[in-house]
Structures are given as C-alpha cells and as structure tokens.
Nanobody
Framework: QVQLVESGGGLTQAGASLRLSCAAS????????MGWFRQAPGKGREFVAA????????YYADSVKGRFTISRDNAKTTVYLQIYSLKPEDTAVYYCAASGRSIVVRTTSAYDYWGQGTQVTVSS
C-alpha cells in the first residue's frame, strides 16, 4: 500500500502561483510513476501532469504546458506541482496518484493509489 497526502491548495486570485505537495508513505516511492489529476465541479477527472520514477521525464496536458511544473524528491518521498499564472478555469480538486507501471501513463485507470485531494479555487 501507498498512502498519499496532498497539501498546498487554497483560495487565490488569478495570476497568482501555488505549489502543491503530495507526501507518500508505505512502499518504495521511487518505484512509482507519480501523476497529478484534477476534477472540476461537474466534470470528470482529468490528467494534468506526470513524472517518471527517476524524475528525468515529465509529461503535461496541453492545457497546462508552460504554466505547471511537476517535480519529485525521492529522498523526501514527495511529489510537487508548481502552478504559475493561475486562471479561474484551474479551479478544481487536485489529486496525486501513484502508478506501479514502468512507463508514464495519462489514464486514471493506470494509477493504483490516490490521495484525498486538495481544493484549489481561483477567483477572477
């Protein structure tokens, strides 16, 4: 089992920045591809970003490229999502997830463990 706990969300204004963190515990963190997803009110959960087990490769949804940066610290067993230039449409619950697959994937079904989510609300 892997336990994931997100933090760093909140209410902020458009144009601001936020850094979300996801602390992992349980099995060996570096064995897992890590991803961030988000779910806006009334919508499905969508892929935001993912990072390979070593941290050497990152992947982003087209809608967030250039504004979001995913990173990980395997020594601290934590994955981060830095968000710049927040927009009202970024308002959602943000979830981190861990996948035991060896390659990075973007589908929710490929992820084995999920955190409880952290709310990000962006006012215009």
């Amino acid at each position: 089992q892997v336990q994931l706990v997100e933090s760093g969300g909140g209410l902020t204004q458009a144009g601001a920045s936020l850094r979300l963190s996801c602390a992992a515990s349980g099995r060996t963190f570096s064995n897992y591809v890590m991803g961030w997803f988000r779910q806006a009110p009334g919508k499905g959960r969508e892929f935001v970003a993912a990072i390979s087990r070593s941290g050497g490769n990152t992947y982003y949804a087209d809608s967030v490229k250039g504004r979001f940066t995913i990173s990980r610290d395997n020594a601290k067993t934590t994955v981060y999502l830095q968000i710049y230039s927040l927009k009202p449409e970024d308002t959602a619950v943000y979830y981190c997830a861990a996948s035991g697959r060896s390659i990075v994937v973007r589908t929710t079904s490929a992820y084995d463990y999920w955190g409880q989510g952290t709310q990000v609300t962006v006012s215009s």
